[in-house]
């Protein structure tokens, strides 16, 4: 029920609650009765979408209060609640005797006035229950059953209803019936751009001419009028249950096959199934029989967003999530099925990390959620993104095509923007189910808690800190606890993953933001943005004293196979940049000269690594995505350089000769990102096994002269 509630009614709340449930369960039944008289198959869709099953609602019991006034202050037509429709499926409002005020819309665009006692009712020991139709019962109705504008005025001297008054205190009960939030789940979600309650904003922009949301706009998420080539993969008489493959249809080019799966609480007996043609998402095409009961399917699913969807087991990781970009893939490496956590202060360059992840990861599918982000910053995204292809079997293939957008910029509706992340995960969730490794990007989950925040203090809930909810650490678990490798309901047998990536963006980059702190606290891989790199332009400015990984020993053994010196490279760079950050503490007491040679050559290999294999330009066709073959080159050429020097060192040889010996090679090394990607492993490989040829010769000169 509302919280908090009147201190004159605390203690009768476990009585509150009980009428609540009571209003619940009578809500029900309205709503299975409003079925079977319209003929919906099945007659409990409308009730069903309320049942505790389908996870929690945002069903709440409202005690409204309106103070008395005199009738001489109360001009006519003055307005104590303003006109508005209520956006669940229905309402039932509960009124006392004599209590006037309450208008309605016509038909007509008229108020009229609703009699607290209708015709009829004057011998009812109470006042009847007025129900009320909400926008998505409307909506549900294809407008048949019309969502009631209403608003509560003062009428004036006299009441419009004879025996009621409105001058006087205005008390009422509402129970406004909401169904959880659930997004449609099929065919068409790739290439999307949806806001966070899945309103397809093209089609809105489309509809309306307007760059705003107009009022009151409900259209489908899935194109009802677009038909997929639908092709059959179970025949009549076959038993199927939840998560099962009982079609396959073309999604696009990239994501060729689409497999149309068996809602998860389902199941029975297929009774008829349609054959090999063309069919809309909403089309009935599916017939299973259960206990008697015959239930018709079309090819997309409704899910509630904050309900996990089931999987039969939760899998160790074993692959890198490759992400391109070398600091990150060879020193702070995540796992498909990982979480990530990207905390930066603003101009750190969190969105573009997020956004490389989103354009050349190796997952199958990419949702990207823009939560409370500036405008500018999705448009930079729409615009990019049809731009950018993806080479797929020798041709190349726009990356929109394996992307859903949920875009939910920082200026649209607080509540839309706590569920947007609800939203991308659950779509991800349903690729993770067709055997697909998917990667989320949540941008930002600083701008998601803040909405939290907000929200909570409406509801009047107890505020932690920094006015944080104190269940702010409990939402967040939830939340990246949905990621992981899974092996998936149904048949046939199938493996899928989410990787979840968070950008937080904690004020000033302070890390002890309850957000952050939190956010740490949960996630296995820690990329720390550094302000200070940011403001020296050295992109990603990924602090590697900060950042972490916890999957580092996990990859050891997928290394093993086809890179078995990565590992071994990693760990080297890794104390080399250590050893280097003690030894510039030492060189601002004393100079670089008091340096042995030995030190020496780490502060100028640590300047090679930081400069030429760290940084990275990701607006160049070179240096944009890095594959894992070339990071491995680059550090093994790298450490060798520096392995060969330190020997020639130990053999006598003064690092300020072998320095001026070797300036050609120190060139080449700072060359080594420039080869363009594309132009073929084999050949770039060739490339750099002639440098490390050239290195051992010019060693092996040095240290005989």
Same mark, same amino acid.
């Given at each position: 029920?509302?919280?908090?509630?009147?201190?004159?009614?605390?203690?009768?709340?476990?009585?509150?609650?009980?009428?609540?449930?009571?209003?619940?369960?009578?809500?029900?039944?309205?709503?299975?009765?409003?079925?079977?008289?319209?003929?919906?198959?099945?007659?409990?869709?409308?009730?069903?979408?309320?049942?505790?099953?389908?996870?929690?609602?945002?069903?709440?019991?409202?005690?409204?209060?309106?103070?008395?006034?005199?009738?001489?202050?109360?001009?006519?037509?003055?307005?104590?609640?303003?006109?508005?429709?209520?956006?669940?499926?229905?309402?039932?409002?509960?009124?006392?005797?004599?209590?006037?005020? +309450?208008?309605? *819309?016509? !038909? =007509?665009?008229? @108020?009229?006035?609703? #009699?607290?006692?209708?015709? /009829?009712?004057?011998?009812?020991?109470?006042?009847?229950?007025?129900?009320?139709?909400?926008?998505?019962?409307?909506?549900?109705?294809?407008?048949?059953?019309?969502?009631?504008?209403?608003?509560?005025?003062?009428?004036?001297?006299?009441?419009?209803?004879?025996?009621?008054?409105?001058?006087?205190?205005?008390?009422?009960?509402?129970?406004?019936?909401?169904?959880?939030?659930?997004?449609?789940?099929?065919?068409?979600?790739?290439?999307?751009?949806?806001?966070?309650?899945?309103?397809?904003?093209?089609?809105?922009?489309?509809?309306?001419?307007?760059?705003?949301?107009?009022?009151?706009?409900? +259209?489908?998420? *899935?194109? !009802? =009028?677009?038909? @997929?080539?639908?092709? #059959?993969?179970?025949?009549? /008489?076959?038993?199927?249950?939840?998560?099962?493959?009982?079609?396959?249809?073309?999604?696009?080019?990239?994501?060729?096959?689409?497999?149309?799966?068996?809602?998860?609480?389902?199941?029975?007996?297929?009774?008829?199934?349609?054959?090999?043609?063309?069919?809309?998402?909403?089309?009935?095409?599916?017939?299973?029989?259960?206990?008697?009961?015959?239930?018709?399917?079309?090819?997309?699913?409704?899910?509630?967003?904050?309900?996990?969807?089931?999987?039969?087991?939760?899998?160790?990781?074993?692959?890198?999530?490759?992400?391109?970009?070398?600091?990150?893939?060879?020193?702070?490496?995540?796992? +498909?099925?990982?979480?990530?956590?990207?905390?930066?202060?603003?101009?750190?360059?969190?969105?573009?990390?997020?956004?490389?992840?989103?354009?050349?990861?190796?997952?199958?599918?990419?949702?990207?959620?823009?939560?409370?982000?500036?405008?500018?910053?999705?448009?930079?995204?729409?615009?990019?993104?049809?731009?950018?292809?993806?080479?797929?079997?020798?041709?190349?293939?726009?990356?929109?095509?394996?992307?859903?957008?949920?875009?939910?910029?920082?200026?649209?509706?607080?509540?839309?923007?706590?569920?947007?992340?609800?939203?991308?995960?659950?779509?991800?969730?349903?690729?993770?189910?067709?055997?697909?490794?998917?990667?989320?990007?949540?941008?930002?989950?600083?701008?998601?808690?803040?909405?939290?925040?907000?929200?909570?203090?409406?509801?009047?809930?107890?505020?932690?800190?920094?006015?944080?909810?104190?269940?702010?650490?409990?939402?967040?678990?939830?939340?990246?606890?949905?990621?992981?490798?899974?092996?998936?309901?149904?048949?046939?047998?199938?493996?899928?993953?989410?990787?979840?990536?968070?950008?937080?963006?904690?004020?000033?980059?302070?890390?002890?933001?309850?957000?952050?702190?939190?956010?740490?606290?949960?996630?296995?891989?820690?990329?720390?943005?550094?302000?200070?790199?940011?403001?020296?332009?050295?992109?990603?400015?990924?602090?590697?004293?900060?950042?972490?990984?916890?999957?580092?020993?996990?990859?050891?053994?997928?290394?093993?196979?086809?890179?078995?010196?990565?590992?071994?490279?990693?760990?080297?760079?890794?104390?080399?940049?250590?050893?280097?950050?003690?030894?510039?503490?030492?060189?601002?007491?004393?100079?670089?000269?008091?340096?042995?040679?030995?030190?020496?050559?780490?502060?100028?290999?640590?300047?090679?690594?930081?400069?030429?294999?760290?940084?990275?330009?990701?607006?160049?066709?070179?240096?944009?995505?890095?594959?894992?073959?070339?990071?491995?080159?680059?550090?093994?050429?790298?450490?060798?350089?520096?392995?060969?020097?330190?020997?020639?060192?130990?053999?006598?040889?003064?690092?300020?000769?072998?320095?001026?010996?070797?300036?050609?090679?120190?060139?080449?090394?700072?060359?080594?990102?420039?080869?363009?990607?594309?132009?073929?492993?084999?050949?770039?490989?060739?490339?750099?096994?002639?440098?490390?040829?050239?290195?051992?010769?010019?060693?092996?000169?040095?240290?005989?002269?």
């Amino acid at each position: 029920a509302q919280q908090p509630l009147p201190a004159t009614i605390q203690p009768d709340e476990p009585q509150v609650n009980s009428f609540r449930e009571q209003c619940h369960s009578l809500c029900l039944r309205l709503l299975y009765l409003l079925g079977l008289g319209l003929d919906v198959s099945p007659p409990d869709f409308f009730s069903s979408a309320h049942l505790p099953s389908r996870g929690p609602s945002g069903t709440i019991l409202r005690l409204l209060y309106y103070p008395a006034t005199s009738a001489s202050n109360a001009a006519p037509d003055a307005v104590r609640a303003g006109a508005h429709s209520d956006y669940g499926s229905i309402t039932l409002l509960f009124r006392l005797e004599g209590q006037a005020g +309450l208008e309605i *819309l016509t !038909r =007509e665009n008229v @108020w009229a006035p609703v #009699p607290v006692r209708p015709p /009829g009712t004057e011998d009812d020991a109470l006042p009847p229950i007025l129900v009320n139709i909400g926008d998505l019962l409307s909506y549900w109705t294809n407008g048949l059953f019309r969502s009631t504008v209403h608003r509560v005025v003062f009428s004036g001297d006299a009441a419009p209803v004879e025996g009621e008054s409105d001058t006087g205190p205005r008390y009422s009960i509402a129970f406004f019936c909401h169904p959880p939030l659930s997004v449609e789940l099929g065919p068409g979600l790739l290439n999307g751009i949806y806001d966070g309650i899945q309103r397809p904003l093209a089609k809105i922009s489309e509809e309306s001419k307007s760059i705003y949301i107009p009022r009151g706009i409900a +259209l489908p998420a *899935l194109d !009802r =009028e677009k038909k @997929w080539d639908f092709t #059959p993969t179970l025949k009549v /008489g076959d038993h199927i249950s939840g998560g099962d493959v009982w079609g396959t249809v073309f999604e696009n080019s990239f994501i060729s096959t689409h497999r149309i799966l068996f809602p998860p609480r389902a199941r029975g007996t297929i009774t008829k199934i349609a054959g090999k043609g063309s069919y809309t998402v909403d089309e009935k095409i599916l017939e299973v029989e259960f206990d008697g009961k015959k239930t018709e399917y079309p090819m997309m699913q409704v899910w509630p967003v904050r309900v996990p969807r089931p999987s039969t087991e939760r899998l160790s990781a074993t692959e890198p999530f490759i992400v391109g970009q070398r600091v990150l893939d060879a020193l702070y490496p995540s796992v +498909l099925g990982g979480t990530v956590a990207i905390p930066g202060a603003f101009g750190c360059g969190k969105t573009v990390i997020s956004q490389s992840v989103s354009k050349f990861s190796n997952s199958d599918v990419i949702v990207y959620v823009g939560c409370g982000e500036r405008g500018n910053e999705m448009a930079e995204v729409l615009k990019d993104f049809p731009e950018l292809t993806i080479d797929v079997d020798g041709r190349k293939e726009p990356i929109m095509k394996r992307t859903t957008l949920i875009a939910n910029t920082s200026n649209m509706p607080v509540a839309a923007r706590e569920a947007s992340i609800y939203t991308g995960i659950t779509v991800a969730e349903y690729f993770r189910d067709q055997g697909l490794d998917v990667a989320m990007m949540a941008d930002s989950s600083s701008r998601w808690a803040e909405a939290l925040r907000e929200i909570s203090g409406r509801l009047g809930e107890m505020p932690a800190d920094q006015g944080f909810p104190a269940y702010l650490s409990a939402k967040l678990a939830s939340f990246y606890e949905r990621a992981g490798r899974i092996q998936t309901l149904g048949s046939p047998d199938r493996l899928g993953s989410v990787s979840i990536v968070g950008a937080v963006s904690p004020p000033g980059g302070d890390f002890s933001d309850p957000v952050t702190s939190s956010t740490l606290g949960i996630v296995q891989v820690f990329w720390g943005l550094d302000k200070k790199l940011a403001q020296r332009k050295h992109f990603p400015s990924i602090n590697t004293s900060l950042s972490y990984s916890k999957y580092t020993n996990v990859l050891d053994k997928w290394y093993e196979k086809d890179y078995p010196d990565f590992p071994r490279l990693r760990d080297r760079i890794k104390q080399l940049l250590s050893d280097s950050e003690e030894l510039d503490q030492v060189v601002q007491l004393v100079g670089k000269s008091a340096l042995s040679d030995p030190d020496k050559i780490t502060l100028d290999m640590a300047s090679i690594i930081k400069e030429d294999f760290l940084q990275q330009n990701g607006y160049s066709d070179y240096d944009q995505f890095c594959p894992i073959w070339k990071t491995e080159w680059m550090m093994k050429l790298m450490m060798g350089f520096h392995d060969e020097a330190q020997k020639a060192i130990a053999q006598g040889q003064s690092w300020a000769k072998v320095r001026d010996a070797t300036g050609e090679l120190q060139s080449q090394l700072r060359q080594l990102k420039f080869e363009v990607p594309s132009d073929g492993e084999e050949q770039i490989c060739k490339k750099y096994e002639g440098i490390h040829q050239q290195l051992l010769d010019k060693f092996a000169s040095v240290m005989d002269e």
